[in-house]
């Protein structure tokens, strides 16, 4: 049941990321100059929609995942999304690739493995 859990962590992660991303290709370039232009852009918006659905999914089945798991588990996987969505941002989006967000994300990786070995 353990790794049903895990496994069902990892996939709330990628779900949230490809929220991040939806939302962010929804968005696309800047609008207008104020606040209102924004946020009308973004409820007109399918992509912004569709990551909000997303959002959505993915709380309700983290809500399963945290009944089954200690959060001090369950919680560093989240930061998994850090990488993923990284990743995802330079080959999807097209944004710039950096070595120092590469180390970055090593960190969270290593850090999250330390924290799993102590599961």
Not at 3 to 10: K, M, P, Q, T
Not at 42 to 70: E, I, N
């Amino acid at each position: 049941m353990k790794s049903i859990a895990i496994g069902l962590a990892v996939f709330c992660v990628l779900l949230s990321s490809a929220a991040q991303l939806a939302m962010k290709r929804g968005m696309g370039a800047p609008v207008g100059g104020d606040v209102g232009d924004t946020y009308l852009h973004a409820l007109t918006s399918p992509m912004v929609w569709l990551g909000l659905v997303l959002y959505g999914a993915s709380a309700v089945l983290w809500l399963w995942v945290l009944s089954r798991l200690d959060v001090s588990l369950a919680y560093p996987l989240v930061s998994l999304g850090f990488v993923v969505t990284m990743a995802l941002g330079v080959l999807w989006l097209g944004e710039p690739f950096s070595w120092l967000r590469v180390a970055g994300c090593t960190l969270i990786v290593v850090g999250v493995s330390l924290l799993a070995l102590d599961a």
